[in-house]
């Protein structure tokens, strides 16, 4: 029994010294949970967003202004006669959101995917606009 429950290192470790930044005092992550890359393709941009364990429909995607925000939340399944059958649960309910600037982005053109774990999004670039020249006329 005492070998399913995880442990943690006591001794200082070089390689993993820097992953208590990302914990809160009690050993909470503060970081977001999930992790995303972003690449530019010429005239969009191409965001990943790992999210494995998610269902489709357990993702948003909202678009105020110029700020685009991403949640994605896990929902308790309540089965109250394996409550108290569980020895130790890593596994966590709740909601995570991580918000983007797309200040340089239609907006009207973003497409999203979801499909193995993972939240594809084509981020179409706007259009560079001319500013416009006006002459004054002297009097």
Known sequence: MYALT???RNSFDLFNAFNDFDKDFFGRYTTPRFKTDLRDEGDKYV???E???FDKEDITLDITGDTLCLTAQHKEEKKEENKDKYIYRERSYGSYQRSFDISGIDAQGIAAEY?????YLDLPKKEASQPETKRLEIK
């Open 6 to 8: 995880p442990f943690e």
């Open 47 to 49: 965001m990943e967003a």
């Open 51 to 53: 999210l494995p364990g």
């Open 115 to 119: 499909k193995n774990g993972i939240l």
